[in-house]
């Protein structure tokens, strides 16, 4: 079975740019969470969903956003990009709420 | 928010030691999972932990959940230069609706292998 896949995988852009970076979860797989790493903050939160909801969201602005499709795959949107949305973003998808999570490679963003 | 503390920082050990990293936390945790990370790529699971008390072995690995529900060791036994990596503790917990948070991870434990 195919793993978590994101694309692009890496990205560069300037600020006050906007991004999206999409997600396709595990087949059969309906949460997609999204996580920002970075080397002060480490592995945070962003948000989580299941059924094209948003069932949960972390401690960040207002510029990021997602969304989910019926198929479960998912984006996620960074408007207005400062030089501190630098990360590493990380999706990962589960077979429902509350299960077990399973992480993609990462979509490299380098904001300048 | 939720904050997990993990340790040690680092490791550098020899290959066929063993290893044994730690968090802990000042508030519940219903599940606590424990990934690997190499470099350039996301968490990799290792070992998933769902019931206070238990103890879960994947391999060389051995991981248990604490019984206060606030702490979770990793051990990984005779290690090999393939262990090198970022290991990180997560935990889940249940939100104020009634439904799981989202992760939170640890810092990291950096482990460096020496031949």
């Known amino acids: 079975k195919a793993g978590v896949t994101q694309t692009p995988r890496y990205l560069i852009k300037t600020r006050g740019q906007q991004v999206t970076l999409s997600c396709s979860p595990i087949?059969?797989?309906?949460?997609v969470s999204w996580y920002q790493q970075t080397p002060g903050q480490g592995l945070q939160f962003l948000f989580e969903?299941?059924?094209?909801?948003?069932?949960n969201k972390g401690n960040f602005p207002g510029r990021f956003s997602g969304r989910q499709f019926s198929n479960s795959r998912s984006e996620m949107n960074v408007s207005t990009l400062e030089l501190g949305d630098s990360a590493l973003y990380l999706c990962?998808?589960?077979?429902?709420?509350?299960?077990?999570?399973?992480f993609g490679p990462g979509t490299r963003l380098l904001v300048l | 928010g939720q904050q997990l503390n993990q340790s040690p920082q680092s490791m550098f050990i020899q290959e066929g030691e063993d290893v044994s990293m730690n968090c802990t936390s000042s508030?519940?945790?219903?599940?606590w999972l424990w990934y690997k990370q190499d470099p350039g790529e996301g968490p990799v699971l290792l070992i998933a932990?769902?019931?206070?008390?238990e103890l879960t072995s994947n391999g060389r690995l051995t991981a248990q959940f604490g019984i206060t529900r606030k702490d979770s060791f990793l051990n990984i036994s005779a290690s090999i230069p393939s262990d090198v990596g970022i290991y990180f503790c997560a935990g889940q917990a249940t939100n104020s609706g009634g439904g799981a948070d989202g992760l939170t991870f640890g810092k990291g434990t950096h482990l460096i292998i020496q031949p």
């Open positions: 087949s059969g797989h309906r949460s």
């Open positions: 969903y299941f059924s094209e909801t948003q069932r």
């Open positions: 990962a998808s589960s077979l429902g709420l509350e299960e077990t999570q399973y």
């Open positions: 932990l769902y019931k206070a008390g």
């Open positions: 508030s519940i945790f219903n599940t």
